[in-house]
């Protein structure tokens, strides 16, 4: 099931980053396209899925709606609760990361996130994270280009591996407790 996470979260990233830069997080339900197109053979044509298409393990995203305020990610999946039929799910988010070392030297007395937006060394990346209720895990990581702009989104090569986010994978992995 490891190769059919790592080809949907390639597919995610790219579909997110044929729309640019400076979006807001999405979510994404991760299903089995055989039960999709069973279970849901409307959603499933809407999609443009047939039963060709639904080969043994193979996962369907499903982009859900996601609240158009500022609600911080982790305290958005601390509400969120899947349905049996949704195996897994996908965020992909826009983040700053700094040099090691850097956030040792940030100003005790200014806003940490306003600190990072400005610091001359900072990237900005687009983290895709996918895990399974089995407890597969996958991400990618694209960083974006110095001076690319918003509507670009494809100009660096993506990063695949499993421990890309280890804190927001953990995240994910809490929507399917039964707490």
């Given at each position: 099931?490891?190769?059919?996470l790592t080809a949907v979260?390639?597919?995610?990233?790219?579909?997110?980053?044929?729309?640019?830069?400076?979006?807001?997080?999405?979510?994404?339900?991760?299903?089995?396209?055989?039960?999709?197109?069973?279970?849901?053979?409307?959603?499933?044509?809407?999609?443009?899925?047939?039963?060709?298409?639904?080969?043994?393990?193979?996962?369907?995203?499903?982009?859900?709606?996601?609240?158009?305020?500022?609600?911080?990610?982790?305290?958005?999946l601390a509400h969120i609760?899947?349905?049996?039929?949704?195996?897994?799910?996908?965020?992909?988010?826009?983040?700053?990361?700094?040099?090691?070392?850097?956030?040792?030297?940030?100003?005790?007395?200014?806003?940490?996130?306003?600190?990072?937006?400005?610091?001359?060394?900072?990237?900005?990346?687009?983290?895709?994270?996918?895990?399974?209720?089995?407890?597969?895990?996958?991400?990618?990581?694209?960083?974006?280009?110095?001076?690319?702009?918003?509507?670009?989104?494809?100009?660096?090569?993506?990063?695949?591996?499993?421990?890309?986010?280890?804190?927001?994978?953990?995240?994910?992995?809490?929507?399917?407790?039964?707490?």
């Amino acid at each position: 099931m490891t190769d059919q996470l790592t080809a949907v979260m390639t597919e995610i990233e790219q579909h997110v980053a044929g729309s640019g830069w400076d979006q807001r997080p999405r979510l994404f339900a991760l299903v089995d396209t055989a039960d999709l197109v069973r279970r849901e053979p409307a959603m499933a044509e809407r999609l443009g899925l047939s039963d060709a298409d639904a080969a043994a393990g193979t996962l369907t995203p499903v982009e859900q709606e996601t609240p158009e305020d500022d609600t911080p990610l982790y305290e958005l999946l601390a509400h969120i609760g899947w349905p049996d039929e949704v195996i897994g799910c996908a965020v992909v988010d826009e983040v700053l990361v700094l040099p090691p070392g850097a956030e040792a030297a940030a100003p005790e007395d200014e806003d940490s996130t306003e600190w990072a937006q400005t610091h001359p060394q900072r990237r900005e990346v687009r983290l895709a994270v996918g895990v399974l209720r089995d407890g597969s895990r996958m991400a990618t990581l694209r960083l974006r280009a110095d001076g690319e702009t918003p509507a670009d989104g494809q100009a660096d090569d993506v990063v695949v591996g499993p421990d890309l986010a280890p804190g927001l994978a953990e995240a994910l992995l809490e929507t399917f407790s039964d707490d």
